[in-house]
């Protein structure tokens, strides 16, 4: 009963004159944004199998009267190796993330101190996927890329190993939020590699870093506020090795509503010749202020 | 899918050699030629097979050799041949060196579609196995010995006519340690042919070639980037092949074996330099970098191997560094008590609160007396200047406005426990903590509270302002976000001791440190922790943020450095004492102070002692710096001017 009767008490004091100006209030509602997702994996026009597999999980959380915080935890794996174990990795993966990662979320505003860091729990979702792979491997090259994507609020935490990439769109651009893992890249950033000797080196696709491969994975991690980002794209390297980034940004601001971009997208990767399986995870955001 | 990114990489593994179909392709006992009689298997690799053998044309010796076996996966006779041709081009070229480290090559032939090379038989252990045996760094002089004799074989392959020979694969598991010390290099690139048609590169051999290799150059110099390569897993025992490509910069070889001398770090990296005009040009070039440094730092080589110089000198007694403290200090001044108070800059005064009772304002050129202010109790806060006033906490429980001119008092704010808080200012609020379990929010105008919020413990942290929030800790564990225009509470972060350390704000994130031992990173909407770092002991420093690096102190006595975005320690440096001062940044430096007594100057990016000055008692006090001047309280009684 207590508890009722403190509920409804009213203040002690009124407040005296507050010297703040109004922009300064925190207006409950429109700090956080609505989202819109969209979700498409194609095989492309070569490969007889598709070895991707993507995870697109949203909700709304909150506490009391605070604003609804959404919050998305979006990855996707690019699966590789030899015979038939290329889907089976990409596979384990996304399981292990779904299974580990979102039931360790934080659910409430402030962290308990039994709950583990966002980089942690990414982190680990991913180690989980590297051991439960290396527990089903018959052959060594069995492997798989993974980016997850963990959307609270309006900022956005990554951990990923290998060369599928998350990228914002703003009204600057399209900004890479990911490092490939990959050989060239790193030649890139020793200045020994052009952009344009990247994108056509016999070794582009060597990876020096997936889940499944070697026994100790260094996950990277990293985050991003979206403070006038439009959207957040997470795709496999069948969209951004074929698809200019200037024409994944054109299609991501013409075509309203998440899902019928992602199918845009796969056709304009499908249309540059749809080399290699196509994975994209689209969510739009309004950040209505 | 992607079919030719199979990059795992099988080295030469003792193990059963199995062909394609499963079985072993050369069963011991069988005759090659007549005369190489199989004994046992040495090492299988991705394209070739070495056989232990017995050469049965010396029928009253045993004569041992090693039977190299490649299998010709190509299926097109033609290509065949060229590989054939070039191979016998390149066995050739080796069976005409003479040199102690190279293994000498007796025959090569086919049979049944498989081609064979007879070379000298090496009895002994690879650096890479050496490696694996043992778990202690090697002793620099017994590398350093190594280093020498690996530029004397290049050197030698190097200068061979018309072509230099390139052996495009240095790397500890090609370098064979007999058991009379000599040294070998195995796997001369004969089997390199034959991989050229395989898709995909196997990545783990990747870790030891220079970054020009991957544009089809190889040169002389690439063999110097490879026994960079080849020393600096020597010395760390850390395999480049499990790094990331090209990151040996990262991981200078005394940041992981401190009792390496810097020279020979110095030569290690730059062997290691990624533009060739900046590696070594030749190994001789090299040779000579290692011989003078085996002089200049008195290396005694002669238990390993060959003694390449003997001190002629006697060594000369290191010169101590100068005790340049007496021209750091450009003044101190005595108070009555202790100094634990952090000074502020205004106005050429250096303000600081001392146990004394009173705020002083100094003089910042010359540290003469310009007022104080008493108050009832001691200060171990320190102040917070805005305009022309400058507001302080005291342990009498009252928040003092002072004029920053003359010390005048404007007004006092009662709380009801000591504050050992410091003060911040923003739009026309000061905003402080106290024992008493609040956070108030004063008009810094007039000394009226605006409100107060009410907390679950004594506020020791001092807050941290942005426009809508102030970020505290608090003696309950918890980290707090309390909405600036009424005091409410918009999230609270759990940690597991009190929160003493003040946060600090940047790239979208909110560091403090815990009595728990973590340093923590909060998601700032939520409070969330995205990151957390563990020290030894109790975090109370607060972190200061500079150009994505976080630095911060703990009570296990080092100063942490750590990226922001990732809380990743980058270095850190041990102290004698606690480190509970909060470091500072400028002109590249980090400032901060330690019970041992010391101020201490390192460089920011390395972690580097620039310079330290001892006072005489600890340094819980954070320094502040202004025009070049580290101001900073000691329990010596004084306020110290430093030069930076």
Same mark, same amino acid.
């Given at each position: ?54 995870? %697109?999980? +949203?909700? *709304? ?14 990855? *996707? ?53 590297? +051991? ?113 980034? %200037? ?13 019928? %971009? ?28 | ?96 060196? @003479? ?12 049979? @049944? ?49 018309? @072509? ?85 910069? #990262? ?11 810097? #020279? ?73 008590? #202790? ?18 009772? @009173? ?16 108050? #009832? ?268």
């Amino acid at each position: 009963m207590r508890f009722w009767k403190r509920r409804s008490r009213q203040p002690e004091e009124q407040p005296p004159e507050i010297p703040v100006s109004q922009e300064e209030v925190v207006r409950p509602g429109g700090r956080f944004p609505i989202l819109d997702v969209g979700a498409l994996s194609h095989v492309g026009r070569v490969r007889t199998r598709n070895e991707d597999r993507f995870l %697109a999980l +949203h909700t *709304v959380t909150g506490s009391g009267d605070a604003e609804l915080l959404p919050l998305g935890l979006f990855a *996707v794996a690019d699966g590789m190796g030899g015979h038939s174990e290329g889907d089976l990795a990409s596979e384990i993966a996304i399981h292990a993330i779904a299974t580990h990662a979102w039931p360790a979320l934080p659910t409430r505003f402030g962290s308990p101190s039994t709950e583990r860091p966002i980089q942690e729990v990414l982190t680990e979702a991913v180690l989980q996927a590297h +051991h439960e792979i290396r527990n089903r491997q018959t052959d060594q090259d069995m492997g798989t890329t993974v980016t997850i994507a963990l959307l609270v609020g309006t900022a956005v935490y990554l951990a990923h190993v290998g060369d599928t990439r998350a990228y914002i769109l703003d009204p600057t651009g399209l900004h890479v939020l990911t490092r490939d893992h990959s050989l060239v890249t790193r030649l890139h950033e020793l200045g020994q590699l052009s952009a344009a000797e990247m994108a056509h080196h016999p070794q582009r696709n060597v990876l020096y870093r997936a889940v499944g491969q070697s026994d100790e994975l260094e996950v990277e991690t990293c985050y991003r506020r979206l403070t006038g980002a439009s959207h957040l794209l997470l795709c496999s390297d069948g969209l951004w090795g074929l698809v200019p980034e %200037a024409e994944i940004a054109r299609i991501l601001r013409t075509i309203a509503g998440a899902q019928a %971009a992602c199918a845009a997208l796969v056709a304009a990767a499908n249309a540059a010749g749809g080399e290699d399986n196509i994975t994209v995870i689209l969510v739009a955001f309004n950040l209505s202020q | 899918m992607r079919p030719d990114t199979n990059v795992i990489h099988r080295d030469i593994t003792p193990g059963i050699p199995t062909d394609e179909t499963g079985s072993l392709s050369l069963q011991i006992g069988s005759l090659l030629q007549d005369r190489y009689e199989i004994i046992d298997v040495l090492g299988i690799g991705g394209m070739s097979t070495v056989y232990l053998a017995r050469d049965r044309r010396f029928a009253r010796a045993t004569k041992y050799c090693a039977v190299k076996e490649m299998s010709d996966q190509a299926r097109d006779p033609g290509t065949r041949r060229l590989h054939f041709s070039t191979f016998e081009r390149e066995a050739n070229v080796l069976a005409s060196l @003479n040199h102690p480290a190279i293994p000498k090559v007796y025959d090569f032939f086919t049979e @049944n579609y498989r081609i064979y090379l007879v070379m000298e038989y090496i009895r002994g252990k690879n650096l890479e196995q050496l490696l694996k045996e043992t778990n202690a760094f090697f002793p620099q002089e017994q590398v350093i010995d190594w280093a020498i004799r690996l530029c004397d074989v290049l050197i030698y392959l190097h200068s061979q006519e018309p @072509n230099p020979i390139v052996f495009r694969d240095m790397k500890p598991a090609n370098v064979m340690l007999t058991e009379g010390q000599r040294l070998v290099l195995i796997d001369f690139g004969i089997a390199r042919v034959f991989q050229a048609g395989i898709k995909g590169t196997m990545i783990g051999t990747e870790g030891y070639s220079p970054p020009e290799q991957y544009k089809g150059l190889v040169t002389p110099a690439a063999d110097v980037y490879a026994l960079g390569a080849t020393l600096h897993h020597l010395l760390t025992r850390r395999d480049p092949r499990l790094e990331t490509p090209f990151t040996f910069h #990262e991981r200078p070889p005394r940041s992981i074996n401190p009792a390496i001398s810097p #020279e020979l770090e110095a030569c290690v990296m730059k062997a290691l330099a990624y533009d060739l005009e900046d590696r070594y040009h030749s190994a001789a070039e090299m040779k000579m970098a290692l011989l003078e440094l085996v002089q200049t730092s008195h290396l005694d080589l002669s238990r390993y191997g060959r003694d390449w110089a003997t001190p002629t000198t006697p060594a000369p007694v290191p010169e101590p560094r100068p005790a340049a403290e007496s021209d750091r200090l450009l003044w101190k001044f005595a108070c009555e008590e #202790e100094v634990r108070s952090s000074p502020t800059v205004a106005e050429g005064q250096v303000l600081v609160g001392c146990y004394d009772h @009173n705020l002083y304002a100094l003089d910042a050129r010359e540290g003469k007396f310009r007022w104080k202010f008493p108050t #009832e109790a001691g200060i171990s806060a320190s102040p917070c200047v805005e305009r022309d006033m400058v507001f302080i906490g005291s342990e009498d429980g009252n928040l003092y406005a002072v004029h920053l001119r003359d010390g005048r008092s404007m007004w006092t704010f009662r709380t009801m426990g000591p504050i050992r808080s410091s003060p911040r200012t923003t739009q026309n609020l000061v905003i402080v903590g106290s024992d008493d379990y609040h956070l108030y929010a004063v008009d810094s105008r007039w000394g009226r509270q605006v409100w107060k919020s009410r907390l679950w413990g004594r506020i020791r942290s001092t807050p941290f302002l942005d426009d809508t929030v102030a970020y505290v800790g608090c003696d309950d564990n918890h980290v707090y976000a309390i909405n600036l225009n009424a005091g409410d509470v918009r999230w609270r972060a759990a940690t597991q001791n009190r929160v003493i350390s003040s946060p600090t704000c940047a790239e979208g994130l909110v560091f403090v440190g815990s009595g728990d031992r973590h340093v923590y990173a909060l998601d700032p909407e939520t409070g969330w922790a995205v990151w957390r770092y563990r020290t030894k002991h109790q975090v109370n420093s607060s972190p200061a943020y500079s150009e994505g690096r976080l630095y911060v102190g703990s009570v296990d006595g080092a100063l942490y450095c750590l990226e922001a975005r990732t809380g990743r320690l980058l270095w850190s440096y041990e102290t004698e004492g606690q480190v509970t001062s909060s470091p500072r940044l400028a002109e590249g430096l980090v400032f901060f102070g330690s019970t041992d007594g010391y101020v201490y100057a390192l460089e920011a990016s390395t972690g580097k002692l620039r310079w330290r000055f001892k006072t005489g008692g600890p340094v819980p006090s954070s320094p502040c710096i202004h025009d070049g001047v580290v101001y900073i309280g000691s329990m010596d009684h004084h306020v110290y001017a430093l030069k930076t």
